[in-house]
């Protein structure tokens, strides 16, 4: 069970944020709480706001810890695949952008009879992966153990068995994590936690069709008429003031498309700069 979710630079947060699933320490509703190892765990959270208050970003950090988790041995020594798949900083403060993005739970695992707890973390940089941890605690412990921990200059994988540790050492390449090459390895250590990953399931409960046609519709106009546009960026300034203005992009079609298609990005200032930020929206949008 997921005990707490830490992640730093990522979309709309640009500062330390945490969801953390662990009861309070009070009697009242005592039975809906559950018990894993020595912690107690609420079983459900909610997360309330204003729209636009960045809640489906805390939803999307922990989906791309997941991928990155499960697919990240994809990417060795492949710039260019890196550069698709790295995560998206908050881009309207000019030191934010450059720095890293980090993503870091606190587990349990089903079934474990053990009852151990599990941290697990990675940062990600403009070049790869520049920072990754996995510790554990006994049920009866107090302290965490370290099972192995990197950054650009250390490599320490004292807790992986002995006979894996130089497959680890020649293989690993900076856009890798060693959970998701250490699992390709059948590392029983590093598959346990990717499995963790891979059995979290993903729900929105939004209505998908509605959503995606609406997504893929522009406001009438929007295209050519500069005053379409004042008034839609009007609309998003009442709620997100760093936003200025929108870049439209014809997206080429081929002879027999029937609609015109565009990428639009939303233009930001940033914090400290009269630079702007630009972040794409959608593409293969329409004009109603």
């Known amino acids: 069970m ?3 979710f830490n992640f ?23 039975e809906r709480v559950v018990t894993a190892g020595d912690e107690k765990i609420l079983p459900v959270a909610a997360i309330y706001g204003a729209n ?30 890196f550069e698709d798949v790295r995560p998206r900083p908050f881009l309207f403060d000019v030191s934010s952008e450059k720095d890293d993005t980090s993503f870091e739970v606190y587990f ?13 973390g990675f940062c990600i940089g403009e070049d790869g992966v520049t920072e990754e941890w996995l510790n554990y605690k006994a049920r009866t412990a107090r302290k965490y153990s370290t099972i192995f921990y990197r950054d650009k200059e250390t490599l320490d994988v004292s807790g992986i068995p002995k006979a894996s540790r130089k497959n680890i050492e020649v293989a690993l ?17 590093c598959k346990l936690v990717r499995d963790w990953f891979l059995n979290n399931k993903f729900a929105d409960f939004g209505n998908v069709v509605t959503n995606l046609f609406i997504s893929r519709r522009l406001p009438k106009g929007f295209v050519n008429d500069e005053g379409v546009r004042e008034k839609v960026v009007d609309y998003f300034a009442s709620f997100d003031e760093t936003i200025k ?12 498309a029937k609609d015109e298609r565009y990428m639009i990005d939303a233009l930001h200032q940033k914090r400290g700069s009269d630079e702007m930020a630009k972040i794409p929206l959608a593409t293969s949008l329409q004009e109603r």
Do not use: W
């Open 2 to 4: 997921l005990i707490q």
């Open 8 to 30: 730093k630079n990522f979309n709309s947060f640009r500062d330390d944020t945490t969801l953390d699933l662990s009861a309070a320490k009070m009697t009242e509703f005592s």
């Open 52 to 81: 636009a208050s960045g809640k489906s970003s805390v939803y999307c950090a922990f989906e791309y810890m997941s991928k990155y988790v499960v697919d990240s041995f994809k990417h060795g020594d492949d710039e260019k695949r």
């Open 108 to 120: 349990t695992v089903p079934g474990d009879k053990t009852e151990k707890s599990y941290n697990y």
């Open 173 to 189: 390449e900076k856009q890798v994590l060693i959970i998701s090459l250490g699992a390709k390895l059948k590392i029983a250590k």
């Open 245 to 256: 203005g929108f870049e439209v992009t014809k997206i080429p079609q081929q002879d027999d």
